[in-house]
């Protein structure tokens, strides 16, 4: 099992273009969480998706679109890159079968906003 | 509001010591408490987690956690640190499965010789 993978690693973009980051899972999970990490802050929930066709904002949505493309995957859009969207962006999953809501994280995606 | 605080932003502890990292939380439900570790450059993983039951909680790589209700406190110790476990260390709170974990803003450990 790979666990979860995310795509691209690295991107530096210019303030205005857009991209998508992409990230997909193969434990069957059901939840899949967006995060962003800055220096001094932890890590601040962008999106989540409780399960195939659902989505919810979670403290920072703002900038960001989402889509659960599938069960294995969720995607995070910058529609229009800002440099206060420099961050480092964490993907990560659930299973829903148990109380506990262990979250399994992406190695991340360095993003650059020039 | 539910939050979660470390108070320690940077702790240096020297090869061999002991260390306890701490962490207090605010949640209205039943809380679901777990740590993470973050090594440079990597994503996070689980170190240990809590539900319900003992209150001392064994986790990976010889950590352990004691939850005390009374304190809102989920402490993360290690009798013996080795250099390897330097990175920053995050506790964070949750509830049922499908929603999302609330982060602490982390702890930076640092191991000297």
């Known amino acids: 099992n790979a666990g979860v993978t995310q795509t691209p690693k690295f991107q530096v973009l210019k303030t205005g273009q857009s991209m998508t980051l992409q990230c997909a899972q193969d434990?069957?999970?059901?939840?899949m969480y967006w995060y962003r990490q800055d220096p001094g802050m932890g890590l601040r929930l962008i999106y989540y998706s409780a399960s195939e066709g659902t989505t919810d904002k979670g403290e920072v949505p703002n900038g960001y679109n989402v889509s659960r493309l599938n069960k294995r995957e969720f995607s995070l859009r910058l529609e229009s890159a800002a440099p206060s969207q420099t961050s480092v962006y964490f993907c990560a999953s659930s299973e829903d079968r148990g109380p506990y809501n262990e979250q399994f994280f992406g190695p991340g995606t360095r993003l650059t906003v020039l | 509001a539910q939050s979660v605080t470390q108070p320690d932003i940077h702790i240096t502890v020297s090869e061999g010591a002991s260390l306890e990292l701490r962490c207090n939380y605010s949640y209205g439900a039943t809380p679901y408490l777990f740590w993470y570790v973050q090594s440079p450059g990597q994503g996070l993983q689980l170190l240990l987690k809590y539900f319900s039951g003992d209150t001392l909680v064994q986790g990976i790589k010889g950590f352990e956690a004691e939850f005390k209700r009374s304190q809102s406190s989920f402490n993360l110790r290690k009798p013996s640190v080795h250099w390897s476990d330097a990175a920053e260390y995050f506790c964070a709170v949750g509830a049922r499965a499908g929603t999302a974990l609330i982060f602490g803003k982390g702890t930076t450990l640092s191991v000297s010789s």
């Open positions: 434990m069957n999970h059901n939840s």
